[in-house]
């Protein structure tokens, strides 16, 4: 179904229903003073979490470091190479989280939000780094056998690793889902909201957000960290019992550094898609035109571009073609509330224009992608 026919099928749902939003103000303005203010205070709280978060990485990597050698323990230095990665990827956070924040210059004109995606995937490439060299030193003492393990400060080692891993997943724990909830239940704002759906009327917007993708980033060298502390003081308490199982420690590293490597390939995928300019995966292209199309005057939305400036961050450029290009404002205001209220997104260009039945039904380019 192209994009004129569902236009089309919105008018006609649209076409008993009295619109009064017409004659009232949206009182709209295309930016949002507190989207704005919400947008600085997530990055603060992300800021604060990772500070936190690497407190306790670095006094614990000393810690472990020191024990491992002592203990003579690849897996315990496997553990603290990971943990060496986890506080540098998570200075490269923050410095990234800093950046992002810095006001648009001309040069800039987008901002700074792409630092903290370029940050997460500075993080992910030490790690996997790291993992490599360790995976090659635990092939060595498989294959060569020459090494004495201290299981006693292994074990010690890797039980204050567990409760320092347990206690950084609950600092960066982010939840599943992120709702923002709007609550606003005045007779103007059910119109506008009927407005946008056309058929039903819900008196809450609820505006997905994505996950910092630093803290993610984070959340997820720390899960990996966490396993692995288990694996460890498995492999410890094998050693402590059954010395001529030394095996076991090269055995855990290779075990537990492949799956580090899996656990961060999403991070990778998500970064790379911003880069790419990729539509986010909260939002569905069909939706954003459907919606559009809803707005009444509006004849045809086409020329659609949804990209991410960051994984929490979307911006969008579209063309309205209307009936009546002397309601062109009232009309742009709608659409960029409908934006920001319905799919969050805060950045957006729309350009009206007159619609031309005999021009743009054949269209190719007015028809937008098929995939």
Not at 78 to 97: M, R
Not at 230 to 251: H, N
Request: proline content about 2%; hydrophobic content about 45%; glycine content about 6%.
């Amino acid at each position: 179904m192209n994009a004129h026919s569902s236009c089309q099928e919105k008018r006609s749902l649209l076409k008993d229903m009295d619109y009064e939003g017409e004659k009232k103000s949206l009182n709209n303005h295309c930016h949002d003073d507190n989207d704005i203010l919400d947008y600085q205070k997530a990055k603060k709280t992300a800021k604060c979490q990772l500070l936190t978060a690497s407190i306790f990485v670095f006094i614990f990597m000393v810690a472990e470091l020191v024990g491992g050698v002592l203990a003579n323990s690849l897996a315990i230095m496997t553990d603290a190479a990971h943990l060496l990665s986890d506080f540098t990827g998570f200075f490269i956070s923050i410095v990234a989280l800093i950046i992002a924040v810095r006001p648009p210059t001309k040069t800039m004109s987008f901002g700074y939000h792409r630092a903290e995606v370029i940050g997460a995937l500075l993080s992910v490439i030490l790690i996997w780094g790291l993992t490599v060299v360790l995976v090659a030193l635990a092939i060595i003492r498989i294959i060569h056998g020459d090494y004495e393990i201290d299981a006693d400060i292994m074990l010690i080692t890797a039980s204050l690793g567990l409760v320092i891993n347990i206690i950084l997943g609950l600092v960066l724990h982010q939840g599943h889902h992120s709702h923002s909830h709007s609550h606003d239940h005045s007779k103007h704002d059910v119109e506008e909201i009927r407005n946008y759906e056309a058929i039903e009327v819900d008196e809450v917007t609820h505006v997905h957000k994505s996950k910092n993708i630093n803290v993610q980033a984070a959340f997820i060298h720390v899960l990996g960290d966490l396993i692995q502390s288990v694996g460890v003081l498995c492999a410890a308490l094998i050693i402590k019992f059954k010395p001529e199982w030394k095996i076991a420690d090269p055995i855990c590293t290779l075990f537990f550094s492949i799956l580090v490597i899996l656990t961060t390939v999403r991070i990778v995928k998500d970064g790379v898609s911003v880069l790419m300019e990729a539509k986010p995966s909260n939002i569905n292209f069909d939706e954003v035109i459907n919606a559009l199309c809803s707005i009444n005057g509006v004849m045809m939305a086409h020329g659609l571009h949804i990209w991410s400036l960051t994984t929490d961050k979307a911006a969008i450029a579209v063309h309205l073609a209307v009936e009546d290009t002397c309601k062109g404002p009232e009309i742009l205001n709608s659409a960029s509330s409908l934006l920001r209220n319905r799919f969050g997104i805060m950045k957006s260009t729309i350009q009206i224009e007159e619609y031309k039945e005999d021009i743009m039904k054949d269209c190719s380019e007015c028809k937008g992608p098929e995939k």
